[in-house]
């Protein structure tokens, strides 16, 4: 076995990683050659310093600096206030669908609508309209049932429920689907 | 802050779904090697912080890319392997086309001074002159050095990140080895030169 044979029984000595047959077969060749046995203890000590050397840390603020310079996405201006917009909306929505409830301008909706609606929510609506006049002090007069047409009460329901469903999940991510900035 | 593989591929699978916060955790885990490689390549501290970051800039814009065929560590030394060797083409050109010839390397047959300078000198003193030493190598040997016997790659990851054979690693690390015992044994000469004066 010459010095050529041995390299990569050396490099792996020097990471302490020879199994013991290996190192038997290392010795062999080092007890026999004055040159490795020479470079051997050399070799050893510069590992050592190197395998000790300290590490450089980075400064506090490397993470926040990779930030700033990373590339901003080219997006538009809607793409970019997507979230905003659908907050927005889910407001405008909900806070007209409250207010309509508030001041009862429902109208003429489907009657068995009214009484599935009715069945489901129990007194649900009739409890909403005496805490809004008690809080608002306004007695409500109509009947809370009136003022749109009513093809349209399917859709306002859906697009209420849509809104409060948005909302909800801004203000709170764990619901599932949470809208996402 | 070590990262298994299963942690490491969850960290990566969200960023690459636009999660920052996972980018941030990715950047904590890995700053500190990278540094360390860099600075100890490019020997200036202050270019080594923008080379590094500049590292990381270019993981988040390939990361959308990065399928897993290699583990990501050896992706990202590619990287920064890539950003040293353009550093230093710009910076110390010189360093780049400097190669121990393996001829003359090979004929150098020297007896070195059996004992270690570790236990005349101190050990800070050692190992300050080794590691400015590794810095004079060229950077091919000095990048090998470090991969293998501080960051423990595997011959296989090394060969991978500096896009070589496997063979031309174990030949790289053998005269990285040799080249650094010359400059050494040189340097602590110069040194108990210049105090016996």
């Keep these: 076995m010459n010095c050529d044979d041995i390299i990569e029984l050396y490099q792996k000595l020097l990471r302490s990683e020879l199994l013991p047959d290996e190192l038997q077969m290392l010795e062999g060749h080092v007890s026999k050659c004055k040159e490795c046995q020479n470079a051997l203890s050399w070799d050893r000590a510069m590992v050592s310093a190197l395998q000790r050397a300290e590490p450089v840390a980075p400064r506090e603020d490397f993470v926040t600096e990779v930030f700033r310079h990373l590339p901003q996405p080219n997006v538009s201006l809607a793409h970019k206030f997507v979230h905003e917009i659908v907050i927005f909306t889910a407001l405008i929505f909900a806070g007209a669908g409250m207010a309509l409830l508030w001041f009862g301008l429902l109208q003429d909706m489907q009657p068995d609508f009214i009484s599935i609606t009715m069945r489901y929510s129990g007194n649900l609506i009739d409890n909403l309209k005496s805490f809004s006049e008690i809080v608002s002090g306004i007695s409500f007069s109509q009947d809370i049932w009136t003022a749109i047409p009513a093809q349209f009460a399917w859709l306002f329901w859906i697009v209420f429920a849509g809104s409060t469903y948005f909302i909800v999940s801004a203000l709170f991510p764990l619901v599932p689907y949470s809208v996402k900035k | ?197």
């Design chain 2, 1 to 197: 802050m070590a990262l298994d593989r299963i942690e490491e591929n969850e960290l990566i699978a969200r960023v690459q779904n636009g999660d920052v916060t996972a980018f941030a955790h990715l950047v904590k885990c890995y700053s500190e090697q990278v540094l360390t490689l860099v600075s100890r390549i490019v020997g200036s501290r202050g270019d080594a912080e923008d080379i590094a970051q500049e590292v990381f800039i270019k993981v988040y814009k390939g990361i959308p890319k990065f399928r897993g065929d290699a583990t990501f560590s050896t992706w990202l030394y590619t990287i920064v392997k890539n950003s040293c060797y353009s550093y230093l083409q710009k910076k110390r050109p010189q360093m780049i086309s400097l190669d121990e010839d393996a001829d003359v390397l090979n004929s150098i047959s020297v007896l070195y001074p059996e004992e270690i300078p570790e236990t005349i000198e101190t050990r800070m003193d050692f190992q300050n002159t080794v590691m400015e030493c590794l810095k004079k190598l060229p950077p091919k040997y000095n990048m090998v050095m470090h991969l293998f016997y501080y960051q423990q790659f595997r011959y296989t990851e090394i060969a991978e990140i500096l896009q070589i054979p496997l063979s031309t690693v174990k030949t790289h690390l053998h005269r990285a080895l040799k080249a650094l015992r010359i400059e050494v044994v040189k340097n602590l000469e110069n040194y108990a030169t210049k105090g016996a004066e």
